[in-house]
């Protein structure tokens, strides 16, 4: 079993930065693949990025390709999501997730942190 809680949302202007971190803990966290979709209100929760357990593998979305970071700190049990160069559609509850392997199903899920873009 593993508990995820992310932090680090907010506002922030369009063309600028935010850094989203997801807390892990539970046993065995360090071999889970991480990751991060998000959902805007009347949409579908999309995939963003995700990141293998060592941090050798990583995959993104092609609208945050270039823009946006995944990484990982297994000392720490934390996941990062670097966003650079914002957009307001980027604007969305940002959900950190955890599973077997990058491209599997997640297992687990945090309950989100909103990022809001503004123009």
Excluded: H
Aim: hydrophobic letters at 35%; glycine letters at 14%.
């Amino acid at each position: 079993q593993v508990q995820l809680v992310e932090s680090g949302g907010g506002l922030v202007q369009a063309g600028g930065s935010l850094r989203l971190s997801c807390a892990a803990s539970g046993r065995a966290t360090s071999t889970y693949a991480m990751g991060w979709f998000r959902q805007a209100p009347g949409k579908e929760r999309d995939f963003v990025a995700a990141i293998s357990g060592t941090g050798g593998n990583t995959v993104y979305a092609d609208s945050v390709k270039g823009r946006f970071t995944i990484s990982r700190d297994n000392s720490k049990n934390t996941v990062y999501l670097q966003m650079n160069s914002v957009k307001p559609e980027d604007t969305a509850v940002y959900y950190c997730t955890a599973g077997l392997s990058v491209l599997g199903p997640r297992r687990y899920w945090g309950q989100g942190t909103q990022v809001t873009v503004s123009s």
